[in-house]
């Protein structure tokens, strides 16, 4: 809490990170907001808790109205940017940005998905094509084996005519 009491009143807090301020106001906001985002962790009657609590309820009733206040007078232009982005943002473009994110993946998705297809398509045709030539060897190899097996039955078929031959002339 002492920390984030040091922040909001802008005193010096130990912090080795380079900070940059870009846009008046914004991390003085963002460190009103902190306050509320942790929690004490002391008891409900300690000093710690009370100095706390008290920073929340001026933050919430007085320098937050009067901030946003003057930010109306000025037109728009002392208020932080969360203040302007909140208010100054279409909820239409919001919408759209997301909806164009949503087109982008799914068109990075299909893209994706026809490459994969395209790999699939080109694995198969190169599988058919072995099983093409594997079929085409396997039909010269039965071929073969039909030949074979036909000059094998001829051969068989002039043994057993000569075989009845001498038989028939004994």
């Known amino acids: ?6 922040k909001l009143l802008g005193m010096r807090v130990e ?3 380079l900070q940059t301020n870009v846009t008046f106001g914004k991390e003085l906001w963002k460190r009103c907001m902190d306050l509320y985002e942790d929690d004490v962790d002391c008891g409900t009657f300690s000093l710690e808790f009370l100095c706390y609590t008290l920073l929340r309820i001026v933050t919430a009733i007085i320098i937050i109205p009067l901030w946003l206040f ?8 002392l208020w932080p940017p969360q ?3 909140a208010i100054f943002t279409s ?11 949503d087109d ?3 068109k990075t998705q299909i893209r994706v998905l026809q490459q994969e297809v395209q790999t699939l398509k080109d694995d198969l045709l190169q599988e058919l094509a072995i099983d093409r030539t ?15 097996i036909q000059s094998e039955m001829k051969h068989i078929k002039r043994i ?8 028939s002339g004994m």
């Open 15 to 17: 912090d080795n990170s």
């Open 70 to 77: 003057f930010g109306l007078c000025s037109f728009g232009s």
């Open 91 to 101: 909820k239409v473009l919001k919408h759209s940005s997301e909806a164009e994110k």
């Open 134 to 148: 594997q079929m085409f060897q396997m039909k010269s190899l039965v071929a073969e084996r039909k030949q074979e």
């Open 83 to 85: 203040v302007r982005e």
């Open 1 to 6: 809490w002492k920390k984030a009491m040091k």
């Open 104 to 106: 982008e993946l799914r």
């Open 160 to 167: 057993v005519a000569m075989l009845f031959e001498q038989q």
